[in-house]
T-cell receptor, first 117, second 114 residues
Framework: EAGVAQSPRYKIIEKRQSVAFWCNPISGHATLYWYQQILGQGPKLLIQ????????DSQLPKDRFSAERLKGVDSTLKIQPAKLEDSAVYLCASSLRQGANMNTEAFFGQGTRLTVV | AQSVTQPDIHITVSEGASLELRCNYSYGATPYLFWYVQSPGQGLQLLLKYFSGDTLVQGIKGFEAEFKRSQSSFNLRKPSVHWSDAAEYFC????????????FGTGTQLKVEL
């Protein structure tokens, strides 16, 4: 079974530039998550999709971050304009479904390491 | 709001020694608890999870964890550490109201001395 695919693996940009990350979840996984992991911290959820609808984006800085999941499969996370504090690893994860039944594991991609200079 | 505390930022153990990584959580109901491991440049891999039932949970790679409700803890253990276990370990608590949102601790970096 193929895992969660993310690209690019690394990205370096200057502040105020824009950047986009791509994620392809495991086939058949309805739920997709984007996490931000700043160096020395645990991952923090930015946004969660169920199919192509947003379930939770309460911690997404909406003035500069946006995400979409067209057709309920692939997803793109965009930052515009980037700030120095956006330097982090951006992890995508997917799971079979959302719900009170938590017998569904979240599988993580390798992440995209973003450096803003 | 749910939260997770991992009090040990770094731990060093000798290969073959036993290991215990501490995790304390804060959650208003019965929590769903997880331990993930992250090797350099890699994503997170699930070691084990607790949803209900037996409070001693077995995971992959010889790891186990025990849920103690009275102490709000979910400590990770391994009887004999291998050099390949060197990595960062994250404890996480999942919401039970749907959404499967995970809240992670800050992680414990494990170093294994040969």
């Amino acid at each position: 079974e193929a895992g969660v695919a993310q690209s690019p693996r690394y990205k370096i940009i200057e502040k105020r530039q824009s950047v986009a990350f791509w994620c392809n979840p495991i086939s058949g996984h309805a739920t997709l998550y984007w996490y931000q992991q700043i160096l020395g911290q645990g991952p923090k959820l930015l946004i969660q999709f169920q199919n192509n609808g947003v379930v939770d984006d309460s911690q997404l800085p909406k003035d500069r971050f946006s995400a979409e999941r067209l057709k309920g499969v692939d997803s793109t996370l965009k930052i515009q304009p980037a700030k120095l504090e956006d330097s982090a690893v951006y992890l995508c994860a997917s799971s079979l479904r959302q719900g009170a039944n938590m017998n569904t594991e979240a599988f993580f991609g390798q992440g995209t390491r973003l450096t803003v200079v | 709001a749910q939260s997770v505390t991992q009090p040990d930022i770094h731990i060093t153990v000798s290969e073959g020694a036993s290991l215990e990584l501490r995790c304390n959580y804060s959650y208003g109901a019965t929590p769903y608890l997880f331990w993930y491991v992250q090797s350099p440049g890699q994503g997170l891999q699930l070691l084990l999870k607790y949803f209900s039932g037996d409070t001693l949970v077995q995971g992959i790679k010889g790891f186990e964890a025990e849920f103690k409700r009275s102490q709000s803890s979910f400590n990770l253990r391994k009887p004999s550490v291998h050099w390949s276990d060197a990595a960062e370990y994250f404890c996480a608590v999942g919401s039970t109201g749907g959404g499967n949102k995970l809240t992670f601790g800050t992680g414990t970096q494990l170093k294994v001395e040969l």
